[in-house]
């Protein structure tokens, strides 16, 4: 099956409502493009992995969604409208989040964190944002955590509450940064079983990984990014010697383990 090079998942996917589409995306920092004319449609209720190189501009292309990077161009459609500035409706795990440890804080309140944006200045949780963030907690199998200070957690289970906060912004897509980098494998399988869950209920995901096994086991769309885009569609097209080599170039060691393809990036981190 071949890959549409322009990112047409439309060729590749039953036809579905695109919930993301972004066209032409130019972004960067002093005066550095890292992203250079990205084009890609995300399906509705899509669990899509963003795979390619450190650098290839994975976390560009998260803050210039959110609006925190602004855009030398391009366009960016969520449903039927464009964005244009105001509120975004993505919901957001960082790569890495500085989490105070020392800080007089519980699970419960590091979720209710994600329920801000909804409260607006001055405002505190009301009865139903503490029901929100107790579910998203029960939705990460750490409910019984939820009095506990943040530091008693294992950093597994501390990635656990961050995608907890995520969540509970109730967000149409969710924007994951590398979300199961690191942490055990109980905690992965948690991640993902959650993940796998949301878009059944038609939440749509993008989530930035260097895991190519995960990806051919557990995602049903893939974006290869070296600072444009080289290829999408489902796994089983896109994870190819080919459309890898094209990706990470001469950055990675691609090694064959039991007719599976698994990659080794080699470069630098972003």
């Not at 979720?111 to 990460?140: E, F, I, N, S």
Request: net charge neutral.
């Amino acid at each position: 099956m071949s890959v549409d090079p322009l990112g047409d998942p439309r060729r590749l996917l039953a036809p579905r409502p695109i919930a993301l589409r972004v066209r032409d995306l130019r972004a960067g920092y002093r005066g550095v493009l890292a992203l250079d004319g990205v084009s890609f449609d995300l399906p509705a209720g899509s669990l899509t992995a963003l795979i390619g190189p450190n650098g290839a501009g994975k976390s560009t292309l998260f803050q210039a969604l959110l609006g925190l990077l602004p855009l030398r161009g391009g366009q960016i459609e969520v449903g039927a409208g464009y964005l244009r500035g105001g509120a975004r409706p993505f919901g957001y795990l960082p790569q890495s989040s500085a989490l105070d440890l020392d800080f007089p804080v519980t699970v419960r309140d590091v979720v209710a964190m994600g329920r801000y944006a909804r409260l607006g200045p001055v405002r505190r949780p009301t009865a139903h944002d503490w029901a929100v963030v107790d579910a998203c907690l029960r939705q990460v199998g750490l409910a019984e955590f939820g009095e506990r200070h943040i530091s008693e957690l294992s950093g597994g289970q501390r990635q656990r509450v961050l995608l907890a906060r995520a969540l509970a912004q109730e967000a149409p897509i969710l924007l994951l940064d590398e979300p199961v980098s690191g942490v055990d494998t109980l905690s992965q399988q948690a991640v993902m079983a959650v993940l796998a869950e949301l878009a059944a209920r038609g939440t749509t995901i993008l989530m930035a990984t260097h895991d190519l096994a995960l990806v051919s086991q557990r995602f049903d769309h893939v974006v290869c990014l070296n600072r444009r885009v080289i290829a999408q569609g489902p796994p089983e097209a896109v994870l190819t010697e080919s459309v890898l080599n094209q990706t990470y170039h001469t950055r990675m060691v691609l090694v064959r383990v039991e007719g599976k393809l698994y990659a080794l990036d080699t470069g630098s981190d972003d």
